[in-house]
């Protein structure tokens, strides 16, 4: 299935490549069906496997999938059963399925654990050598770090990691990407496979849930919410398009120095507090509630940022969406579409 001869014409400032065929786990969610149309977009195959706890089957989903380059299979990662029905032989292997979102690691971390652990040891034990595996992991595996004052930010790659306390839900997500940080990189070394792990950094942007600060704000504005509550106003956070994330994703599997690296994607060039973003969307909605300022949700960290060095040395990544017009375009979709409650 490596077929090799077609050429896709490339993306602004990427070299053309030849057609890849990629499979997206967890394709059917907020940065897989961002990543899937641009594969689409510049010439690839996507097979999109989701089990649709999150992602959605909307009109987003129903457009790609009228492409002809394009397959969504309907199955649970967390079940070898799925994997081993599908075919081999993928030039890329996006693994994105995972169960995310304060509200989930709260109420169920033992469904945390088991999904994102799952989904990662079956891909394990099916991918075959010679493939490249993209793992999708997050700026919380080095956030208890940052809490206690112990790793610095902008924050690099190489830094400790660190769970304040195992026992506490809110620390399952960080600790189920952790293994999995781990199991890719250790096996894809015994068992000859090309892998790379990518630590993602508040990546915002349409059709990602109503969970994320920036959906969410936008939604209560749209609302009317007055007053409007800024819970965790003066904390900082540096947010990442997901179409910029999307391209780092591209140059580093594009990139052979990046196999067997853990490398983090962001955008570390507009950092903002809560309440200055809280006013850019007050203010793209066009309106003026009163501000009240509330605290903000426990285990957050004061300051979050990337270091990016590794990812510009590997690929020549800069991020190109500002934040205003991310945060207005993400605005005009959620406006557009709502999303259910
Ligand atoms: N969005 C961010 O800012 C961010 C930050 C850090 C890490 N990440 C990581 O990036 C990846 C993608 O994140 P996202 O924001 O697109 O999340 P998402 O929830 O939108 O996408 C995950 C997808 O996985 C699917 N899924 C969950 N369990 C599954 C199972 N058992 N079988 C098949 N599919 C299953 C869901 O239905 C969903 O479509 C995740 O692994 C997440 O941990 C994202």
Not at 17 to 39: C, E, Y
Not at 46 to 58: A, L, P
Request: aromatic share 6%; hydrophobic share 40%; net charge negative.
């Amino acid at each position: 299935m490596n077929e090799r001869t077609e050429r896709s014409e490339g993306h602004e400032g990427m070299p053309s490549q030849p057609s890849v065929k990629a499979l997206l786990l967890g394709g059917a969610g907020f940065i897989g069906l961002h990543l899937a149309r641009r594969l689409v977009a510049d010439g690839h195959r996507v097979t999109i496997v989701d089990d649709f706890s999150r992602g959605r089957d909307d009109r987003d989903l129903a457009a790609l999938r009228d492409h002809p380059a394009v397959e969504v299979v309907s199955g649970d990662l967390t079940d070898p059963a799925t994997y081993a029905a599908l075919p081999p032989g993928w030039d890329q292997i996006y693994l994105l399925a995972a169960v995310v979102g304060v509200r989930n690691v709260e109420q169920d971390p033992a469904r945390v654990v088991r999904v994102n652990t799952l989904a990662a040891l079956h891909l394990l034990d099916w991918v075959a050598p010679g493939e490249r595996v993209f793992f999708a992991s997050t700026s919380e595996v080095y956030a208890g770090g940052v809490e206690a004052g112990v790793v610095g930010v902008p924050t690099a790659e190489d830094v400790p990691v660190m769970i304040s306390d195992i026992t506490a839900p809110r620390f399952a997500y960080a600790v189920s990407k952790l293994l999995g940080e781990a199991a890719f990189v250790h096996t894809a070394r015994a068992r000859g496979f090309d892998t790379l792990v990518g630590r993602f950094h508040n990546v915002y942007g349409p059709r990602m849930g109503a969970d994320h600060v920036i959906p969410e704000m936008s939604l209560r504005a749209l609302r009317g919410e007055d007053p409007f509550r800024v819970p965790g106003a003066d904390q900082y956070r540096a947010f990442c398009h997901v179409d910029d994330a999307v391209e780092a994703m591209l140059r580093l599997m594009a990139a052979p120095a990046a196999t067997g690296q853990i490398v983090h994607i962001g955008n570390d060039r507009e950092e903002t507090n809560i309440g200055d973003l809280a006013k850019l969307v007050l203010r793209i909605a066009g309106v003026s509630p009163a501000i009240e300022a509330t605290p903000a949700p426990p285990g957050s960290v004061t300051r979050r940022c990337p270091d990016l060095g590794r990812l510009r040395e590997l690929t020549g990544y800069q991020p190109a969406v500002p934040l205003e017009e991310g945060v207005r375009t993400t605005f005009s979709w959620y406006r557009e579409h709502g999303w259910p409650s």
